[in-house]
């Protein structure tokens, strides 16, 4: 019988790039600048990792099919590399892979890297799905559809749903992206770093009502990696606070969302499954008050504050409240967004769900600087691809070993 993932596998090295407009460097550069902090916090050579997985959503305007990028600007010892890919979790899956080879004994260490270079193309947000890169299926269940328009309609079915007056989701939703913007300020590998107002982010020019300039995140350029082993090579390799995987697991749209009634359009079916199955796994009975920190995937502002109730934190119709009562400002009960979340850090999308985990390593080690929270005991990392009726959402849940 299946038992779950929780402390069979342990995080020993993680790195980062700074993200932003990163003209100076190509991807190859991003993936190596991450993977030199990743081996030295780790303690280890190139040599000792025996296998990788490699996260790159947008290829085709990127580095190119296959792993052969990883492995060829990694240099690494011709190993077994495979690539992954799926929308805004690529990331959680390349370290999702990387988890279930140790867990199953297949290798003893391994790495996994994620990165994206998309400035380069011009766009202010994801270039669009033209063409074949967007299958042949794609078009017949979406067609005409903006991402910001898909999570405006999201924000109206929950005004509608919980009866919350307009101008009420309004300032909530902008105090989630003023909350993102006062973290970014503290992080020096943050690509947005200036503190807006709530007034400021309600008066920008309105792309789909009621998200506004400042409540949709852009995209940067970026990498993001771990290195992970089982405990017992962890605490022979002298790691004695080392942060272990409490959970892993992924829910994909299964065509109901949009298919039949029983989805009004104001939550996140995934997510709520997504979340249950997390907890399960990680033998979490109460996530309100065990839950110590989130990185949640805040595409738009309102993406964030459903998704505080569809990690079943916040109760259902209540999360303006909990935002307005600072619950999940940086010193609320649930810290989330601590880094800036993808709004401020940024949004390599190949790269955020392992960035996701940087912070809450980070966090856990109490090396998060001007950041810390104290006395971390479980953090949370939540990744959705795709659309409100039709999406991929993958959860990880983190913790010392000792948790």
């Keep these: 019988m299946a038992t779950g993932i929780k402390d069979k596998v342990a995080i020993i090295g993680m790195g980062c790039t700074r993200f932003g407009e990163r003209w100076d460097v190509g991807a190859e550069e991003l993936m190596v600048e991450a993977f030199q902090e990743c081996l030295e916090d780790a303690g280890l050579e190139k040599h000792d990792i025996e296998a990788a997985w490699f996260g790159c959503c947008l290829d085709e305007?990127?580095?190119?099919?296959?792993?052969?990028?990883?492995?060829?600007?990694?240099?690494?010892?011709?190993?077994p590399v495979t690539r992954v890919?799926?929308?805004?979790?690529?990331?959680?899956?390349?370290?999702?892979?990387?988890?279930?080879?140790?867990?199953?004994?297949?290798?003893?260490?391994?790495?996994?890297?994620g990165a994206e270079k998309l400035k380069d193309t011009g766009y202010g947000g994801l270039p669009s799905f033209t063409g074949s890169n967007a299958g042949t299926l794609t078009w017949?269940?979406?067609?005409?559809?903006?991402?910001?328009?898909?999570?405006?309609?999201?924000?109206?079915?929950?005004?509608?749903?919980?009866?919350?007056?307009?101008?009420?989701?309004?300032?909530?939703?902008?105090?989630?992206?003023?909350?993102?913007?006062?973290?970014?300020?503290?992080?020096?590998?943050?690509?947005?770093?200036?503190?807006?107002?709530?007034?400021?982010?309600?008066?920008?020019?309105?792309?789909?009502?009621?998200?506004?300039?400042?409540?949709?995140?852009?995209?940067?350029?970026?990498?993001?990696?771990?290195?992970?082993?089982?405990?017992?090579?962890?605490?022979?390799?002298?790691?004695?606070?080392?942060?272990?995987?409490?959970?892993?697991?992924?829910?994909?749209?299964?065509?109901?969302?949009?298919?039949?009634?029983?989805?009004?359009?104001?939550?996140?079916?995934?997510?709520?499954?997504?979340?249950?199955m997390a907890y399960k796994e990680a033998g979490i009975e109460n996530p309100r008050e065990e839950i110590s920190m989130m990185e949640v995937h805040d595409c738009f502002s309102i993406t964030e504050l459903v998704t505080y109730e569809d990690l079943h934190i916040s109760e259902r119709g209540q999360a303006v409240n909990d935002v307005m009562d600072g619950f999940y400002d940086r010193d609320g009960q649930v810290p989330c967004q601590v880094d800036g979340g993808l709004k401020c850090f940024g949004h390599p999308i190949?790269?955020?769900?392992?960035?996701?985990?940087?912070?809450?390593?980070?966090?856990?080690h109490g090396r998060a600087e001007e950041r810390q929270i104290e006395n971390p005991k479980y953090g949370l990392t939540h990744n959705l691809?795709?659309?409100?009726?039709?999406?991929v959402c993958s959860i990880s849940i983190i913790g010392k070993h000792d948790a």
């Design 61 to 79: 305007i990127n580095v190119g099919k296959s792993a052969l990028p990883l492995s060829l600007s990694l240099r690494l010892p011709m190993i």
């Design 140 to 276: 017949q269940w979406f067609p005409n559809l903006t991402a910001p328009g898909a999570f405006a309609q999201l924000a109206s079915a929950y005004a509608a749903k919980y009866k919350v007056p307009d101008q009420d989701l309004k300032r909530a939703i902008a105090h989630v992206s003023a909350k993102s913007h006062a973290n970014g300020v503290l992080n020096p590998k943050a690509h947005l770093r200036k503190k807006v107002t709530e007034e400021q982010v309600m008066a920008a020019p309105i792309i789909a009502h009621p998200l506004g300039l400042f409540d949709c995140c852009g995209v940067s350029d970026g990498a993001a990696c771990a290195i992970v082993t089982t405990p017992e090579i962890a605490e022979k390799m002298g790691k004695k606070d080392y942060v272990t995987v409490k959970s892993l697991q992924l829910a994909l749209s299964s065509g109901e969302e949009m298919g039949y009634n029983e989805w009004d359009g104001d939550h996140f079916m995934t997510t709520s499954k997504c979340s249950t």
């Design 385 to 391: 691809g795709g659309f409100p009726a039709m999406n």
């Design 350 to 364: 190949g790269a955020s769900g392992l960035r996701m985990l940087y912070e809450m390593y980070l966090q856990l």
């Design 85 to 113: 890919e799926n929308f805004c979790a690529t990331g959680t899956e390349a370290f999702r892979g990387a988890v279930y080879a140790v867990a199953s004994g297949a290798y003893d260490i391994c790495l996994a890297l």
